[in-house]
């Protein structure tokens, strides 16, 4: 079984440019997280989906972020215009509905690292 | 608000030395959900162990044990017999409960474990 699966692996931009960021969760995991770590920092929650909805985007550091995910599978994460402090590694991670009263793992991709120059 | 800390940036051992890495955690909330995540070179964080709140039997996994005790707030992870391939940074982390089964973690920053011949 594929596990979550994000492109590119690495991304240097200039300042005010745009990039794209993609994930493409496990087949069937209608939950769909963003995470962010910046350079010696936690990792921290951006955002949830549950299959095309946003549930929670309370992370989101900005209005130059925009999460997508049409039609409930792949998500992009778009960055525009890039500024400096948005360099880190950018994780995306996926889960099943589990059982009412449980919380599955997320599982993780290898994450995407960005840097802006 | 939840924190996870680790205080522990780094550690370095030799191989087939125990070694344990440290977290403890806040939370207002009864109901909730530990994790360890392990991040190799390779970049993916790799789901190690999640425990909730309410079973605080300790649980041993191979070389891998976890010691949870709610009256310290505390989730320490130990590796017996450390080999090289244990060599990663380390991720404790914990869910934000609300109804529903996905959850939002809160990590903590990592611990690098450095395993030498």
């Known amino acids: 079984e594929a596990g979550v699966t994000q492109f590119p692996s690495h991304s240097v931009i200039e300042k005010g440019q745009t990039v794209t960021l993609r994930c493409d969760p496990i087949?069937?995991?209608?939950?769909l997280y963003w995470y962010r770590r910046v350079m010696g920092k936690e990792i921290k929650f951006l955002l949830h989906f549950v299959k095309e909805s946003k549930q929670d985007e309370s992370g989101m550091p900005n209005n130059r972020f925009l999460a997508e995910r049409t039609g409930g599978t792949y998500s992009t994460l778009k960055v525009q215009p890039a500024e400096l402090e948005d360099s880190g590694v950018y994780f995306c991670a996926s889960s099943q509905e589990g059982a009412i009263t449980g919380a599955t793992e997320a599982f993780f991709g290898q994450g995407t690292r960005l840097t802006v120059v | 608000a939840q924190k996870v800390t680790q205080a522990q940036t780094e550690i370095s051992v030799v191989e087939k030395e125990d070694v344990t890495l440290d977290c403890v955690y806040e939370t207002r909330d009864t109901t909730y959900y530990l994790f360890w995540y392990k991040q190799p070179p390779s970049g993916e964080l790799v789901f190690l162990i999640r425990r909730n709140s309410f079973d605080e039997q300790n649980e041993i996994s191979g070389r891998y044990s976890w010691n949870f005790q709610k009256s310290t707030s505390s989730f320490n992870f130990t590796i017996t017999a450390s080999q090289v391939v244990d060599s990663a940074v380390y991720f404790c982390?914990?869910?934000?409960?609300?109804?529903?089964?996905?959850?939002?973690?809160?990590f903590g920053t990592g611990t690098r474990l450095q395993v030498t011949l």
């Open positions: 982390a914990l869910s934000d409960p609300y109804t529903g089964t996905a959850s939002k973690l809160t």
């Open positions: 087949s069937g995991h209608d939950n």
